[in-house]
């Protein structure tokens, strides 16, 4: 890996921004974006992946299951887009 990549991530570690300063909802999980309380299947390539690779195994499977439980759709076996945690529906329930 690059040096600057490497920095990068020690940097993204060392401020805890994923893990203290990003956006969640009352279970801890991730919201997409600032400002919106939305859970979207792009997360899962997100900061899941990151919380592992940083050694915090356990928060990314967390992550990825509440996703899951959000965002699968069981007749289609497919995810949904855009879940609204505050209006608890789909903003967007294409796949």
Partial sequence: MERRWADAADGQRAAGLIRKGAPRNADGI???????????????????????A????????????????RLWNPEKKLLANIWDDGKRQFRDGNF
Avoid at 31 to 38: D, K, R, S
Avoid at 54 to 69: N, S, T
């Fill in 54 to 69: 940083m050694g915090f195994v356990d928060e990314a499977l967390a992550q990825i299951e509440d996703y899951r439980q």
């Fill in 30 to 52: 991730l919201y997409h974006v600032f400002g919106a309380p939305e859970m979207w299947s792009d997360g899962f390539n997100c900061a899941p992946p990151f919380l592992a």
